[in-house]
Structure formats: C-alpha cells, structure tokens
C-alpha cells in the first residue's frame, strides 16, 4: 500500500528543498527568475500557483484572455491560467497527493515557475505596461 507523502518529504526528495521559503505550515515559496511560485497541500491535493497580476488588464480584456487560452494549449495541460474570485490572474497546476513522487512533483513545480517566468513578461510587455500596480513585479525585491 502505498503512503500519502508530505510536502515536506516531496521537497527534500525532489532537490527543492534549499530553494524553499517556508510561508506557514504546508505552505512554500520559490523563486523562478521573475516569478515566484506557491506550493501547498489542501486536504488531499497538492497544488503550485503563480500568483502574477492582482487583476486583468483594464484595455485589451478579450485580447488578452485569448492570448491567456494561447499559452493554455502551448503549455498542453502542464499548467494552466486561471482567475481567481478575488481577481488574480494566476497560473497553476495540481493533482492528488496521493501517490505523486518527487520526480513527478519537481516536474509539476519546475513547470509552473518556468512558464509563470516566461509569460510574465510577455504579458507585462503586451497587456500591463501603463499598469505596473497590477503585476506581482512589485512584490519582489
């Protein structure tokens, strides 16, 4: 029978572990060039989230959730955009904790920070470039 792992175990295994900001329990952050990604278990999910605007851009709003769809179908079900209640334009990917292994997890996080990087600044550059307030750039320091 197989065990639930922990996300403290998934980090260690997968090598992530130094790069790992501890938030609170079963919670962590984690750099990814521009971007950062947050990682937790929620009941029995794990689930990464790169939080990168606090709202969708005030012109270009058809324009911008196709090209939001766009890199949906690029990133083939890796990760994928979404908007939460409270606004934030995030990206993410989860799954059950339940027989996920370090590899698989490393894989997971790895995808959603390296994507997250990647179409930050895409969409910064295309969509947000009169609303700086709006993107997670302010947040890091």
Known sequence: MSTTPTLESLLKDSGLADKAQQIEA???RLQWGSAFVIVGVS???????A????EVPHEKVTAFYKRLL????YMGGMAS????PDGWVIL??????????????????????RFAD???DQLINEFYVD??????????H
């Open 43 to 49: 009941g029995s999910a794990i689930v990464a989230i």
């Open 26 to 28: 079963n919670l962590v």
């Open 51 to 54: 939080p990168l605007f606090r």
């Open 81 to 84: 955009f979404a908007i939460q």
């Open 118 to 120: 990647q179409f930050d």
């Open 70 to 73: 766009e890199h949906n179908a």
């Open 131 to 140: 609303q700086p307030e709006s993107t997670n750039q302010a947040d890091v």
């Open 92 to 113: 993410h990917a989860g799954r059950a904790l339940k027989g996920i292994d370090a590899q698989e997890f490393a894989a997971m996080v790895a995808g959603v920070g």
